[in-house]
Each structure stands twice: as structure tokens, then as C-alpha cells.
């Protein structure tokens, strides 16, 4: 009899967007509990209990973050929590190793914001940048926010102090490039801004053969109950109603549009498209995870 094999094997699923291979990266997870929903009630939280994986106390969220391989281009979206002093998070590195991709090799991290898990592997725990040639990419207002030193309080210190070190990692080195409007950031990835989660809260488009796909960030954290109802926001939230209002309309968007979507907190691989959860407009939505690529990265 053969022994049990231990762990999985490291999360990396690759898709071809036109051209471009992105390539989603598992760092972990967060189990977020009903205190993360402060306005939600025993009736919102019934989705919940009707998904086999969950409780209606706690939901287990996937932090994902994507590589997107354009041409000579390898860039990393967000780049998960090993620094954030969370136990789950910090998988991302020993992917990328085990895909035999250097950090030396990535020549963008683009950031859709700086929260802890999204930001806190970019940085080595000496303070240094742990992706010693990249770029880092991010929106002006998300900078500003994290270097305010008026909104610091000791409930929020951790947060303030893991932005400033990923971003003083790559500043200090001279490589730390920001925008204030929608753009093309590299050729091919094109921001769009989505304020609410946080001041500069960002997603990123990744365009090339015809094909498209948005990277959204940090639109829902636990989808089962907050695309069934856009109105239910999460505790982290800088503004709520914003917040809102950005995923409300995201939302209409990827439905009328027919967008291909990529979340950090949608089900591991997180790639996928909107659908409505029932017939008539009001209804709510889901999400549909895409149908895995068997094709991509195969002779």
C-alpha cells in the first residue's frame, strides 16, 4: 500500500487571454466570521447555510493574486499577505518556485490596493523588496491614504504599517510609479479605478488578441451573500456606502457587458463570469467559475 501523500500541490492555474497567460496564484485564505458583516441578518446569511463548505458563522475566503505573462512582461496583480502575521496566507512564493519563476524575474507588482493580504508579500521581512527588479504600480489616492499619519489609531496600526513598508521597500530603490486617472499602466493592463473598499482601490483589464479580462480585486469578499445581495458591505471597508455604490454598478456591468472577471476573494481559481440568480432585474447575482483550460501551457 502506498503512503498518503502530504499537502496539495502548489495553486497555479493558467489561462491564455489572447496572447497573454494569467496565471492565478493561491496564497491562502482567511476565514471571515459573522462580525465581518455587521449589517447582515440571519436571512442574509442563509446562503450560507445552503453551501456545503460554509456555516452561516464563518465563511472561508480565498486570497488570490495573478500573474500575467504579456511578451517579455511578467507582472504580478497584488501579491498575497506572508508579511501580514497571518498563519494561512504566504503560499505564493513557494508557487512561484515551484513553477521555477524567479522574484527577479517579475517586472511589475500592480497593485489594486494595500491592504495586508494583498500587499504584505511584497516586502521581505529584513524590509526589503522581495521582487528586487519590479516596478510597483499603484493608484496616487491609495498611497496617500496609507502615508496619512492624522488616521492612524492602535486599531488600525498593522494595516498603516504593512502598506508603508511594501511600498518604502520599492520607493527607497527608486522604483515606485503611481497614476491618478484611468490609464494604460503597461502595455496591455489598463486600470480602472474603484474607489470604496479603499480611497484608491483599483482593478486592472488585461487586453490582448480580441479578448479581455478585469481583474476586480477586492469587489465581494464572500460571494454566496454579498453578490445575492451588492448592499451587504464587510467591516474593512474604508467607505461603506462608496463601496457600495462601485459594486453595484460593477455588478450591472459584468452582466450587460459579458466580462470575464478575476477576483481575490472569489472561489480559488477566482476566474470566472456574473451571472443573475434568477430571472428578473433586482434578483441578485452569482458567480460562475470558467471552465478550467485544459489547452493552456501544454505543447
Not at 496619512?148 to 486599531?155: G, M, R, S, V
Not at 484608491?200 to 490582448?208: A, L, M, N, V
Request: hydrophobic share 35%.
Amino acid at each position: 500500500m502506498h503512503p498518503l501523500a502530504s499537502g496539495q500541490y502548489p495553486g497555479a492555474q493558467r489561462r491564455r487571454i489572447g496572447d497573454a497567460v494569467v496565471t492565478a496564484l493561491a496564497d491562502g485564505y482567511f476565514d471571515l466570521g459573522r462580525q465581518t458583516m455587521p449589517t447582515a441578518s440571519d436571512a442574509d446569511l442563509a446562503p450560507l447555510a445552503d453551501t456545503p463548505y460554509a456555516t452561516p458563522d464563518t465563511y472561508r475566503s480565498s486570497i488570490n493574486a495573478y500573474l500575467v505573462e504579456m511578451g517579455a512582461k511578467r507582472i504580478l496583480i497584488d501579491t498575497g499577505g506572508a508579511q501580514s502575521g497571518a498563519a494561512s496566507l504566504g503560499r505564493l512564493g513557494p508557487t512561484l518556485d515551484a513553477m521555477g519563476i524567479e522574484p527577479g524575474t517579475v517586472d511589475a507588482l500592480v497593485m489594486t490596493h494595500l491592504h495586508p493580504d494583498h500587499a504584505g508579500g511584497a516586502f521581505e521581512e529584513s524590509g526589503g523588496a522581495a521582487f528586487e527588479n519590479a516596478e510597483m504600480i499603484l493608484h496616487t489616492k491609495e498611497h496617500a491614504y496609507w502615508h496619512d499619519d492624522a488616521l492612524i489609531t492602535e486599531d488600525n496600526r498593522h494595516y498603516f504599517d504593512i502598506a508603508r513598508k511594501a511600498t518604502d521597500a520599492y520607493m527607497r530603490a527608486g522604483r515606485l510609479t503611481m497614476f491618478d486617472t484611468d490609464c494604460e499602466v503597461i502595455p496591455g493592463v489598463f486600470a480602472e479605478f474603484l474607489p470604496g473598499h479603499t480611497p484608491g482601490h483599483t482593478g486592472y483589464r488585461i487586453e490582448s488578441g480580441g479578448d479581455a479580462l478585469l481583474i476586480w480585486g477586492d469587489i465581494v469578499h464572500i460571494p454566496p451573500v454579498q453578490m445575492k445581495d451588492p448592499g451587504i458591505g464587510v467591516a474593512f471597508d474604508v467607505d461603506g456606502a462608496l463601496a457600495e455604490k462601485t459594486r453595484r454598478h460593477l455588478l450591472d456591468r459584468a452582466i450587460s457587458d459579458k466580462l470575464k472577471i478575476a477576483g481575490m476573494h472569489l472561489p480559488w481559481p477566482g476566474i470566472g463570469y456574473v451571472e443573475r440568480d434568477g430571472q428578473r432585474e433586482g434578483d441578485g447575482y452569482r458567480f460562475a467559475l470558467a471552465p478550467y483550460d485544459y489547452d493552456t501551457g501544454h505543447p
